[in-house]
């Protein structure tokens, strides 16, 4: 499994089996990002709310790429009218696809696209044949986080302001099941500058600040077999 952060929440995953995994692509209006819209290559879309920076542009691309949409029940069956393929779950539910498994989390957040309710905000938990990722998508700061199943890589935001901020973030990464932490949702827009560095100096566990645009292992477990 192998990584690419896009600035934002934007994150794409080249999991085991070939395929390629984008999570909330945000493009447009994302100045960190430097993929294209009329090129980049998708086989699955993850959209963890509705939320503009989140769900981005993910109608343009499924429609272009045909790729399968998958979201919150109701962002999943509002998203089925633009005549692109959609697949619904809903907070707590797992689902095997052909790239691996998803599980949607709690995040304490809302989620509306032009101010209609789009059901729950989640988190993302994906796993394939050989390592595992949690994206938190937008989020305070809750205690269930030590309830999220263990991942190699947990994407985490420290913008403030509209998720947790650096404060929180740290104490969330001493409840969550995982070694290896991701910052995202900072410095896209003013309300959420944020220095990365500062995450990282106050962290316990280790803090990887990942250049955008750039291919990165997911650091798997190491197997005393
Ligand atoms: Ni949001
Ligand atoms: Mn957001």
Request: proline share 5%; charged share 15%; aromatic share 10%.
């Amino acid at each position: 499994m192998k990584y690419i952060w896009h600035g934002h929440s934007f994150v794409e995953i080249h999991t085991q089996s070939g395929h390629t995994v984008l999570i909330d692509p945000l493009i447009s209006n994302n100045p960190l990002c430097t993929c294209d819209l009329d090129t980049i290559h998708a086989d699955y879309i993850l959209v963890t709310h509705g939320h503009e920076d989140h769900l981005g542009d993910t109608i343009e691309i499924a429609t272009r790429t045909n790729a399968l949409v998958i979201a919150m029940v109701e962002l999943a069956d509002f998203l089925a009218q633009y005549d692109i393929q959609t697949f619904g779950m809903n907070c707590g539910g797992r689902q095997t696809f052909p790239f691996g498994n998803v599980k949607f989390v709690y995040a304490q957040h809302s989620s509306s696209y032009h101010d209609m309710y789009m059901g729950l905000a989640v988190g993302i938990h994906v796993e394939d044949s050989v390592g595992s990722i949690y994206h938190m998508g937008d989020t305070a700061l809750f205690s269930d986080l030590k309830l999220v199943p263990y991942a190699d890589v947990c994407f985490i935001p420290i913008g403030d302001c509209f998720t947790m901020g650096i404060e929180d973030a740290v104490i969330a990464t001493t409840l969550i099941q995982s070694q290896h932490f991701v910052p995202i949702h900072y410095n896209t827009f003013p309300q959420i500058a944020q220095d990365p560095q500062q995450f990282k100096d106050a962290c316990k566990k280790t803090v990887i600040i990942p250049d955008a645009g750039v291919l990165y292992p997911v650091p798997t477990r190491i197997k005393t077999i």
